[in-house]
């Protein structure tokens, strides 16, 4: 018997091809998603960890140390200090120092040592000295000296040779910036001096270096290390200030002749020298997936947090001036808690769109293995007949669906981690291999002896009270998924495994509701039908309320199919939306200008650039404390202001953004008082002075309609949900510049917002504000603003995820409609013969045949997309969505009507494509080819 069964079995492989090929395409599709998803998950969340690093700067996320005072003077032995990394020649000046701080970071946590190199270190002087300057220079020029041990391999040298030890009696060689050179007109092998207390020091010009590219660390350390510093805030004389570099031999010289340090050189003075002392992060270790430790951002900034609330000893004993210990400073501790959460909600986000198209790939498998047992059910029974145990039957089933479904799992899963080079834990690995399982389980479980040995066809019906109890149940789970959900909020902190299978409880929900009232109408059509002539109508109203077995498939089919795509379209949108909206609230114009102070003729001058319709200059002041009414508790607000006449025409129709009340430059009376912690005693105060405030803040205060500050009284004239002066504070005031200037003095804006003409070209705008304003600017566009909002991994990974599953829905919209043919040809087949006996031709049977599936599919394709956006609606109500578009809030819902009518119309056509295929294999059917497939 057992030969028997093992041809028996081959023998139906090679008969139902078809059949086997959607199930094991099925099962690709469902393993596929099962191990995509995480992986996708892991891959986005260790380039966020390693974008959001490298996009912060070196200077904040290195281990960094600036204090008052120099770097401890000593030698150690060759050996050790090699270890360090630090040059030869300085060596007898740092070597001990090197080798101390070396054991420092060997104490770090093993994460830190792993994600740092060893410590490097800049000392500069704290005076700026006066240096001698050609008259065409046109400022004053100050020389600030500088030793940097690495300076050779963290510059590149484009002039000259690099300083020696300078000739006794003669001047000390010295190196300057390019850029810093050209700005003090100081060629390569001129001599000036630079001036001490106790006199003038002779230093010689002998290179010019410039940045590497390979190394921002120390480009970063210090404000435009290499380029001049230049004041002019159009009141003082014009001021220029340089970095000398000079070698580890001429700096004591240099210092001590500069009075910086005793007669002697043996090393400066107290507080005459201030230290730069920093561990470099390697960025490209971070998210390194064969060190999990290193791909962690909760530990790790617990690690870095660690090391960063230390102190550790440098010197004992530290003679006045020195460096006694290391405290290093970092904010990237905050940056990965940052991570962390952004993960951690895109997690939960990701995990709702993976679910639904898993939901809906199980359900077409489900249909599938009804389909396939449907099929195999003559032969069970003949075998049942012949004295085959149901055990015999089941481990048939059982090796079948094994081979088919392993075959198409273990290829799938090591696809997806060796393309997305993700290598992921046994709980997931278990998850696709349990999915590879499902086509052997399934059928073994449903195939027992007593349900085989009874031929009612009940079996493979959909009624009874089993499937009621099981449906309320469904029902009822969907609903306490729901209300976990929701009760979980938007703190991005994820959702437990029934709150995060809501949306796949949901659809399914939704076609149990589909499935057991749409034939209510139907029923009503019925009666209608029965009075009138003709048989097709009646005869396919009949058959969609008696034989609910022929609509079922195709309306789960169709509503998760439909569910699942849109959802995915719209959340897709109201991300992509938000990104745009909240990229043009940031950049607050058609450009952006920043780099340098603002001052009022610049600004007028930028005004009448060709091509410039209008211009405001904003700014950010000092924090300040107010009181609601003036007898409210205190609260701090963050300062911005700006012109706020100009700017209300810039921002006219940026999304977010109130319009800016008229009339804000202008204030009824003045008075004597104080202002916030700017003003001192007997400053003139205005009062009355007109702010906008933050919508959140004005309901939290109780809608005031004065703030009061110190002497000074603000009155709220507007409210706006986004501030209109871009800023990262949620509580923020508005002030005109002229009356903010009034009260501090120090309203100088650092930046510019710029409408253009229309038509404008914006590449010679630039080029005409850049010769306004000057070199070094910033320019900034709400273009190139969202194109940097959506380059982040959890914004491609969330748009990625969302289009993936669009696509899942449209192929398992094929699959359902391949299978629900497969299922119901059968039994069509055999009324459709019956009704060519009894005389109905082949239009009425094509028409037959689309016509008691058309009200099923059509409304399945109504409730799915509902559902859809229902799906949408909650996910944005409980999913932290501002992590994806950068926004203070919550990003609106959007339903794009363009999109949305493509993706109906596309499933529409899919619909009618299968019915009418459907119909049209139905009339072919020949009532002589079928009678011979029963007797045989």
Same mark, same amino acid.
């Given at each position: 018997m057992t030969f028997g069964l093992g041809r028996l079995q081959w023998r139906q492989l090679r008969r139902d091809v078809g059949p086997l090929l959607l199930l094991w395409a099925m099962t690709v599709l469902l393993a596929g998603i099962a191990t995509a998803a995480p992986a996708a998950g892991k891959l986005v969340a260790l380039r966020d960890l390693r974008a959001s690093s490298e996009q912060l700067a070196p200077s904040l996320r290195d281990l960094v140390q600036r204090a008052q005072g120099a770097l401890p003077a000593g030698s150690a032995p060759a050996p050790a200090v090699a270890a360090t990394g630090l040059p030869a020649d300085a060596a007898p000046m740092f070597g001990a120092t090197a080798v101390r701080l070396q054991a420092v970071r060997a104490s770090f946590p093993t994460q830190v040592q792993q994600l740092t190199s060893p410590a490097r270190f800049v000392q500069v002087s704290v005076s700026a000295l006066a240096l001698t300057a050609p008259s065409d220079v046109g400022a004053q020029l100050a020389g600030v000296p500088t030793l940097n041990p690495w300076l050779r391999q963290q510059t590149t040298l484009v002039a000259g040779q690099w300083p020696q030890a300078p000739v006794a009696g003669g001047a000390v060689p010295v190196v300057v910036g390019k850029t810093a050179a050209d700005a003090a007109k100081w060629p390569v092998g001129q001599v000036r001096e630079i001036a001490g207390s106790s006199g003038a020091v002779k230093v010689q010009l002998t290179g010019i270096v410039d940045y590497r590219a390979d190394d921002e660390h120390f480009s970063q350390m210090e404000r435009n290390v290499l380029g001049p510093n230049i004041f002019d805030d159009g009141n003082s004389p014009r001021r220029v200030g340089v970095q000398v570099f000079t070698s580890a031999a001429g700096w004591p010289r240099l210092m001590g002749e500069s009075g910086a340090a005793p007669a002697g050189g043996d090393g400066p003075r107290p507080l005459s020298v201030r230290t730069v002392l920093w561990y470099p992060l390697l960025v490209d270790k971070m998210g390194s997936t064969g060190q999990p430790g290193l791909a962690d951002p909760v530990s790790l900034a617990a690690a870095f947090r660690s090391v960063a609330t230390q102190q550790f000893p440098l010197q004992d004993d530290a003679p006045a001036g020195r460096l006694a210990a290391v405290k290093l400073t970092t904010d990237l501790p905050e940056t990965l808690d940052e991570v962390a959460a952004r993960t951690s909600s895109a997690a939960a986000v990701q995990t709702l769109a993976a679910l639904g198209p898993l939901g809906a790939a199980l359900g077409v498998m489900v249909l599938g293995m009804q389909a396939l047992l449907r099929r195999r059910m003559p032969t069970v029974r003949l075998l049942l007949s012949r004295g085959a145990s149901g055990g015999q039957i089941r481990r048939s089933l059982l090796l079948q669906g094994a081979l088919i479904g392993l075959l198409g799992a273990v290829p799938v899963m090591l696809a997806v981690q060796l393309v997305s080079g993700v290598w992921l834990s046994w709980p997931w690995l278990l998850a696709g291999v349990g999915c590879g399982l499902l086509p052997a389980v399934l059928p073994a479980v449903a195939v027992s002896t007593k349900q085989q040995r009874s031929v009612r066809e009940e079996a493979v019906s959909l009624g009874g009270r089993r499937r009621v109890l099981w449906e309320a149940a469904l029902v009822a789970l969907a609903a306490l998924s729901l209300q976990l959900l929701l009760a979980g909020g938007s703190d991005g902190a994820g959702a437990d495994l029934l709150s995060a299978a809501a949306p796949v409880l949901l659809t399914l929900a939704a076609c149990v509701l589909v499935i057991r009232l749409y034939p209510l109408p139907l029923r009503a059509l019925v009666v209608a039908l029965r009075r009138r002539r003709g048989a097709v109508g009646f005869l396919g109203a009949v058959r969609s309320v008696r034989e609910p077995l022929i609509g079922a498939p195709l309306v789960i089919a169709t509503v998760i199919s439909a569910a699942v795509a849109m959802f995915s379209l719209v959340t897709l949108s109201t991300v992509s939306t938000g990104i745009t909206d909240q990229a043009q609230r940031a950049v607050g114009?058609?450009?952006?200008?920043?780099?340098?102070?603002?001052?009022?003729?610049?600004?007028?001058?930028?005004?009448?650039?060709?091509?410039?319709?209008?211009?405001?200059?904003?700014?950010?002041?000092?924090?300040?404390?107010?009181?609601?009414?003036?007898?409210?508790?205190?609260?701090?607000?963050?300062?911005?202001?700006?012109?706020?006449?100009?700017?209300?025409?810039?921002?006219?129709?940026?999304?977010?953004?109130?319009?800016?009340?008229?009339?804000?430059?202008?204030?009824?009376?003045?008075?004597?008082?104080?202002?916030?912690?700017?003003?001192?005693?007997?400053?003139?105060?205005?009062?009355?002075?007109?702010?906008?405030?933050?919508?959140?803040?004005?309901?939290?205060?109780?809608?005031?309609?004065?703030?009061?500050?110190?002497?000074?009284?603000?009155?709220?004239?507007?409210?706006?949900?986004?501030?209109?002066?871009?800023?990262?504070?949620?509580?923020?005031?508005?002030?005109?510049?002229?009356?903010?200037?009034?009260?501090?003095?120090?309203?100088?804006?650092?930046?510019?917002?710029?409408?253009?003409?229309?038509?404008?070209?914006?590449?010679?705008?630039?080029?005409?504000?850049?010769?306004?304003?000057?070199?070094?600017?910033?320019?900034?566009?709400?273009?190139?603003?969202?194109?940097?909002?959506?380059? &982040?991994?959890?914004?491609? =990974?969330?748009? !990625?995820? +969302?289009? /993936?599953?669009? $696509?899942? @829905? #449209?192929?398992?919209?094929?699959?359902?409609?391949?299978?629900?043919?497969?299922?119901?040809?059968?039994?069509?087949?055999?009324?459709?013969?019956?009704?060519?006996?009894?005389?109905?031709?082949?239009?009425?049977?094509?028409?037959?045949?689309?016509?008691?599936?058309?009200?099923?599919?059509?409304? &399945?394709?109504?409730?799915? =997309?509902?559902? !859809?956006? +229902?799906? /949408?609606?909650? $996910?944005? @109500? #409980?999913?932290?969505?501002?992590?994806?578009?950068?926004?203070?809030?919550?990003?609106?819902?959007?339903?794009?009507?363009?999109?949305?009518?493509?993706?109906?119309?596309?499933?529409?056509?899919?619909?009618?494509?299968?019915?009418?295929?459907?119909?049209?294999s139905a009339a072919r059917v020949s009532v002589v080819e079928l009678l011979r497939t029963e007797e045989s």
């Open positions: 114009a058609d450009l952006s200008v920043s780099g340098r102070w603002m001052l009022p003729d610049l600004v007028d001058q930028a005004g009448r650039t060709p091509g410039v319709a209008a211009v405001a200059a904003v700014g950010q002041g000092p924090a300040l404390t107010v009181r609601a009414n003036g007898t409210g508790p205190a609260t701090t607000l963050t300062t911005t202001y700006a012109d706020t006449a100009q700017l209300g025409r810039i921002q006219q129709g940026i999304p977010g953004l109130a319009p800016v009340p008229a009339g804000m430059a202008t204030v009824e009376s003045t008075k004597t008082g104080t202002f916030g912690s700017i003003s001192g005693g007997g400053a003139t105060v205005l009062t009355d002075v007109p702010v906008m405030l933050a919508d959140a803040t004005y309901q939290r205060l109780g809608r005031p309609a004065t703030l009061t500050v110190n002497d000074t009284t603000l009155r709220v004239v507007g409210t706006s949900r986004y501030p209109p002066v871009n800023t990262t504070s949620a509580d923020w005031v508005l002030f005109d510049r002229t009356p903010l200037r009034a009260l501090t003095k120090a309203a100088l804006p650092t930046q510019l917002l710029v409408s253009l003409r229309p038509g404008a070209d914006q590449d010679k705008v630039r080029a005409e504000l850049t010769a306004v304003l000057g070199p070094g600017l910033q320019f900034t566009t709400p273009a190139a603003k969202r194109a940097e909002l959506s380059s &982040a991994p959890t914004i491609a =990974g969330m748009q !990625g995820m +969302l289009i /993936a599953a669009t $696509v899942a @829905a #449209v192929t398992l919209m094929v699959l359902a409609l391949l299978v629900t043919v497969v299922a119901v040809t059968g039994l069509r087949n055999r009324l459709i013969a019956v009704l060519q006996m009894l005389g109905m031709n082949q239009r009425q049977v094509a028409v037959l045949t689309a016509w008691e599936q058309a009200p099923a599919a059509a409304t &399945a394709l109504l409730a799915g =997309g509902g559902v !859809g956006v +229902l799906l /949408a609606m909650l $996910v944005r @109500a #409980v999913a932290n969505l501002k992590s994806f578009t950068g926004a203070m809030f919550q990003p609106d819902l959007v339903v794009p009507g363009g999109p949305v009518t493509v993706l109906v119309a596309g499933f529409v056509l899919l619909l009618v494509v299968a019915l009418v295929g459907s119909a049209v």
